[in-house]
């Protein structure tokens, strides 16, 4: 019964398309994250909701769009794909914030 | 400026060993620490989480503790096997979440 999941698990794609990424949660949690791990896997935050609202945005690209339909579910969608962009993106979520995390398995996506 | 670190970036131990993994952090004004395992081309895994107000926890054979005024958490793995090989990193919970940079640890069998 997986907790945070994602897909799609791996994504190959050229350059200058569009692609999503969905993310949903099972554990009642309010509030969602996005991170990117980049190829020195480092963590960085990109977005977080609580309860459906925007609360953190990172400078990251306005070709990177989140949605929260509901609390359980936090999509990434991410316009005109560059080869910077190829990286391993992670959904997580935490009870509240500032409470501990519960990681989804990562999307590896490739931009060629 | 808030940052964290990991020391060392990797340790190889022979099977058997007990180990300590060291997490610094120079903003003690932190809620939360959480240790996670990255397995290669996997996700995190938590392993512990230790409130602010607590000085350890304890998972199997797993130990974390916080000690804030010094700004450090230590996670020790007792008699440590080759299925502990995986990267540890340290999360530092601010009213955002730092991540350390993460430790490589192979054991060899």
């Known amino acids: 019964d997986t907790a945070v999941s994602q897909t799609p698990k791996y994504l190959v794609t050229q350059m200058g398309n569009d692609k999503s990424i969905k993310c949903e949660q099972n554990?009642?949690?309010?509030?969602m994250y996005w991170y990117k791990q980049d190829s020195k896997k480092f963590l960085k935050i990109m977005f977080s909701y609580n309860n459906k609202e925007l609360i953190i945005n990172e400078t990251v690209p306005n070709r990177f769009s989140p949605k929260s339909p509901d609390k359980a579910h936090l999509n990434l969608h991410i316009n005109s794909l560059e080869l910077g962009d190829s990286a391993v993106y992670f959904c997580a979520s935490s009870l509240r914030q500032g409470y501990g995390y519960t990681f989804g398995s990562g999307t590896r996506l490739t931009v060629v | 400026k808030q940052e964290v670190t990991q020391i060392p970036a990797a340790l190889s131990v022979p099977e058997g060993e007990n180990l300590v993994l060291n997490c610094s952090f120079t903003?003690?004004?932190?809620?939360?620490l959480q240790w996670f395992r990255q397995d290669p081309g996997k996700g995190l895994t938590s392993l512990l989480l230790?409130?602010?107000?607590?000085r350890e926890q304890t998972s199997g054979r797993l130990n974390a503790s916080l000690d804030k005024s010094s700004g450090r958490s230590t996670l020790y793995i007792a008699a440590s096997q080759p299925g502990d090989s995986a990267t540890y990193l340290c999360a530092v919970f601010y009213d955002k979440v730092i991540f350390g940079p993460g430790t490589s640890l192979s054991v060899i069998p």
């Open positions: 230790i409130q602010s107000s607590q």
């Open positions: 554990l009642g949690h309010d509030t």
């Open positions: 903003d003690s004004a932190i809620y939360n």
